[in-house]
């Protein structure tokens, strides 16, 4: 008998304060508990506090919430290195090692900067040599999606070798967008908590491989459920189905060097 | 209550199978054909039939896509292919309006096609609101005949919000309101609405993937009032259905929700 797929969600978070979540998740232990319910086994958490409060302190609570859980796996937020209200440098990154937090996120919207190298300069290009993920929200660019999709063409186009992870695009129809990012930069990822199409992941592991998707579900604000079923049931091979529900962010994750 | 979503035998049955012998779903909002903000891989008529045999979808209600923006040719188009696939494939006919007078014509003719079981009405997309005039003979039409109106319904929509569905719903109590995408943004207002209106049901496209939503909708309102949609050929019903499976309700409530409700409405329409 196959070994059960082994779902690690790459697009969760807990914490008060969230906006526009109908249901939150407080607790490290209701985020556990809803894993088991739906049968995800790991997961790589955000903080509420780390986007809607400041990720000096958002991340500082997000360390301590996950220190003696090995299911979960953290994230921290960037800010622009010129205002120093983050560690900076090598200081940061062994502070990531130390925290076991082996991906980042960026808010440009909520945390008022310009997500591009005349903000974050040579900060990105550290982040890409070590193979860091970064993850943007789907509004990192505003409410619009196209005004998002730009954002993430021009950083790309700055800096190609960046690992960067497209979070919960939705689900009216994006591939026109990240089809073109997908062909051109191969350290382009997407969470697919939001890929929705009907027969959307068959027709784009046909064309582009399994290996730059990612299983998320982006709870609390969705539905664990929905992205589990459809990812279990998708017209792929067994090997592209174990590479999107975890192995392929297992992989990223290994591959990242905070040394 | 099960332990876990992955106790119920109807979740291990999908997970297992992709589909549900005993809970065959029944989807009251689809589409057909090609859509211009989207690319869409799987539009054709064998293509979703395919998706729904994947997915052990029984039946479909659908309106197409082209008639949301050419009535007359769209509508032609939907009852054609419905009529491929009898018993397993109906139709919405589509009401534009902004063309009453195409519109009466289009009503007149709805009798011809026995895979009608009702109305499609989209009046953000038509940006003309639910209480307007032009809508006055479509729902006179289809109050006289007990028919299914399916409304898209928006949050705060000066078009289609739960505030205007109630008008219409309290002025037609003959007709069965599903509630497209629940209001979708204004989900207390669609689900009071609901809970006080015998003739509204909540409908869950895209809904469905709100955190806690549909439990809140079958504590407040009732399974009985929630009716399955997902747009095919837009989104996976897969998705859909693990979003209702896995939500914390019981087995009975899920089947209400992906089958037995819409069973008992199309019943009601087709005797």
Redesign the interface.
């Known amino acids: 008998m196959d070994e059960p797929l082994s779902f690690f969600d790459c697009n969760v978070s807990f914490g008060p304060g969230a906006s526009g979540?109908?249901?939150p998740c407080a607790s490290v232990e209701e985020l556990l508990a809803e894993m088991?319910?739906?049968?995800v086994e790991q997961a790589l958490v955000h903080h509420t506090l780390m986007r809607e409060h400041a990720p000096q302190v958002g991340n500082t609570i997000l360390a301590e919430s996950l220190a003696g859980q090995p299911r979960l796996v953290g994230t921290w937020a960037i800010l622009p290195p010129q205002t120093g209200e983050l560690p900076q440098g090598a200081a940061f990154f062994a502070a990531m090692a130390q925290a076991n937090v082996r991906a980042l996120w960026a808010f440009p919207e909520e945390h008022r900067y310009i997500l591009d190298r005349a903000t974050f300069g040579a900060f990105l290009d550290e982040v890409s040599a070590r193979k860091i993920p970064l993850f943007l929200p789907r509004e990192a660019g505003g409410p619009r999606p196209p005004d998002t999709w730009h954002l993430v063409y021009h950083l790309l186009a700055q800096y190609p070798q960046l690992t960067l992870v497209l979070a919960a695009h939705g689900?009216?129809?994006e591939?026109?967008y990240f089809r073109p990012l997908l062909e051109r930069y191969p350290r382009f990822y997407l969470d697919i908590s939001?890929y929705?199409?009907?027969?959307?992941?068959?027709?784009l592991v046909a064309r582009y491989g399994a290996e730059r998707l990612l299983y998320g579900s982006n709870?609390?604000?969705?539905?664990?459920?929905?992205?589990?079923?459809?990812v279990?049931?998708?017209?792929i091979d067994e090997a592209a189905r174990r590479a999107i529900a975890g192995d392929n962010l297992r992989r990223l994750l290994q591959e990242v060097d905070l040394s | 209550m099960n332990q876990t979503a992955l106790s119920s035998p109807l979740v291990q049955e999908y997970l297992a199978t992709g589909r549900c012998a005993g809970c065959l779903v029944v989807d009251l909002h689809a589409h057909y054909g090609p859509f211009r903000g989207i690319y869409m891989p799987n539009h054709t008529p064998e293509q979703m039939v395919a998706t729904m045999e994947r997915c052990g979808v029984e039946i479909i209600v659908s309106s197409g896509h082209l008639a949301l923006v050419d009535m007359v040719r769209g509508n032609a188009e939907m009852v054609a292919v419905a009529a491929r696939y009898p018993g397993r494939w109906y139709a919405y006919l589509v009401y534009d309006p902004r063309d009453p007078l195409r519109g009466r014509a289009e009503l007149e003719g709805y009798a011809a096609h026995p895979c009608y079981v009702g109305l499609k009405l989209h009046p953000t997309m038509h940006q003309y609101p639910l209480t307007g005039e032009g809508y006055r003979p479509a729902l006179e039409f289809a109050a006289a005949r007990r028919l299914i109106v399916l409304s898209h319904t928006w949050g705060h929509s000066a078009y289609d919000s739960p505030a205007l569905l109630a008008q219409v719903a309290e002025r037609y109590p003959e007709i069965t309101f599903l509630a497209g995408h629940s209001g979708f943004g204004q989900f207390e207002e669609c689900m009071a609405l609901a809970r006080e209106r015998s003739n509204v049901y909540l409908e869950l496209t895209a809904a469905y993937a709100v955190r806690g939503l549909i439990e809140k909708m079958v504590e407040t309102v009732g399974a009985h009032k929630i009716v399955f949609g997902c747009d095919l050929p837009w989104f996976d019903p897969h998705y859909a259905i693990g979003c209702v499976v896995m939500a914390h309700i019981s087995d009975d409530a899920r089947r209400a929700i992906l089958r037995e409700n819409a069973l008992r409405l199309l019943q009601r329409v087709r005797g």
């Open positions: 979540v109908l249901r088991d319910w739906v049968g689900p009216w129809g591939d026109r939001r929705e199409l009907d027969c959307g992941l068959r027709e709870f609390p604000y969705h539905s664990m459920g929905g992205p589990r079923l459809m279990t049931r998708a017209e």
